[in-house]
């Protein structure tokens, strides 16, 4: 058993996975997107992001992504809260992209080598995982999403 425990153990490139839970949590979460000049590429419900999490927890997430000159591109599900975040798209340095008929139950935000997943239910919870294939996967999944809801390549 040894033997195998060793061969398990060996040192890989294992995905990292970290786990975060609570308002706190999540703050930790969103502050892990602003890397300086990093594209976010993610997928929201801003509908639910914002009947489950406060506005002034939100709106300084965006701020700081624009200091450290991180643009996000969002597909969101098409609804009166998509519609305003979307409105402030130029200023908060994003595009989103709305979408009827989806229901999204998480946020998933895709960048570096990092993939997001955020629970806006209650008890909030949260996974990154940090592996370059699954984030470049991810990638690959949202820009064929993003590609069949209108023009432009990222």
Do not use: H
Not at 75 to 92: H, N, P, Y
Not at 133 to 151: F, R, Y
């Amino acid at each position: 058993m040894p033997e195998i425990l060793s061969i398990f153990n060996r040192p890989t490139k294992k995905p990292k996975v970290k786990f975060y839970q609570g308002l706190d949590g999540l703050k930790q979460v969103y502050n892990d997107y602003s890397q300086p000049n990093q594209p976010i590429y993610g997928f929201s419900d801003y509908e639910k992001m914002f009947e489950a999490l406060p506005a002034d927890f939100l709106w300084p997430t965006a701020e700081n992504r624009v200091k450290n000159n991180c643009r996000f591109y969002c597909i969101a599900k098409d609804g009166k809260m998509g519609r305003m975040v979307q409105s402030k798209d130029q200023e908060q340095l994003r595009e989103t992209r709305l979408v009827a008929n989806i229901d999204f139950e998480t946020e998933i935000n895709i960048y570096s080598n990092k993939v997001s997943l955020i629970s806006f239910r209650k008890p909030y919870a949260a996974v990154i995982i940090e592996d370059p294939a699954i984030a470049k996967t991810l990638k690959s999944i949202w820009q064929m999403v993003w590609d069949n809801t209108g023009a432009g390549n990222r």
